[in-house]
């Protein structure tokens, strides 16, 4: 699931061609991202949708699925990163740059089954560390999510609890049941 | 690895035989915790002896190897739980009760390969909200220790970094690769 390389630096990591699953430098290691299943895939789409659907129209957050955010001597791909409007990094032409070289102002990871929680778990600790003000990290098996802020006590939010969502869509009320029930089709 | 059975009250669950690897009840659900293999093991019985050898002497602290604890509605079996001495629930004849309905002071969860993370790093929020004073994380296949305390963003913590300990037994320097080190024999 996870295949550690041996270490390379950063600038030399960045020049590597890409992997598919994305892998991530994580304190001179290089870890490959588990493949995405159903589940992940589902919810990684539907809530990255849904957080767009939101911030899109009043120009106000925009959701990144699979995007390399490189920061702080780490280069990793959270399932989604999420940017306040203005922090969207664009070049001359107001397009989104390629190289992402700020933190996303909500990581979210999402679990895939037997996937150790520790990686992505340490990520969103290491974005909160660097500026990001809320991570999420989604457990499909358990239903329930982690949610992290800067210097508070992770919360688990789990059935009916409303789940805290960037100030920029602050209006959004969404619990875990709704969130884990993206997943039924038909 | 994780059996869900129908939900009963807590004081039914009380009630039920005690089963191996031992269940814990969360929330209305009764789960029962992996099968320890051979570096959980190792882990749990160095890393508790060594914690008595520091806190027993001076009648300071004391490690419980899977002791159960019923508190706050749930009813868990950290891997080590340690008491300050002076909070270790005792008999009239000075022995220690059999049941535990206190939160320990310092409780450590240990990840066995392929177990979610999500139900022990859920019961040490539990614990930390409920008042333990300290939580660890230990992921031997990560190498690495989450060190849990009130209202703080966790820690990771790997290579030469120094743990946090209780503060009855401060004085004692333990790093994380001194931890994992006792994983080697010979």
Known sequence: MVLSTPIRSLSEFLKLPETKPASEYIDGVIVQK???????????????????????????????????????????????S??????????????????????????????????????PMDNLLFCIRQGTSLGWLIDPQERLVFVFQRDRLPETRTGDDRLCVLPAIAEWELTVNHLFHWLRFG
Chains 1, 2 share one sequence.
């Open 34 to 80: 588990p493949m995405p299943q159903g589940k992940h895939s589902t919810l990684q789409i539907a809530l990255a949708s849904q957080i767009n659907l939101r911030g899109e129209p009043q120009h106000s957050a925009y959701a990144f699925p699979e995007l390399r955010c490189t920061f702080g001597g780490r280069s990793i791909v959270p399932d989604i």
């Open 82 to 119: 999420v940017f306040n409007w203005e922090r969207i990094p664009l070049d001359e032409n107001g397009e989104v740059l390629n190289r992402i070289e700020i933190v996303p102002d909500w990581a979210i990871e999402i679990l895939s089954p037997e996937q150790p929680t520790t990686r």
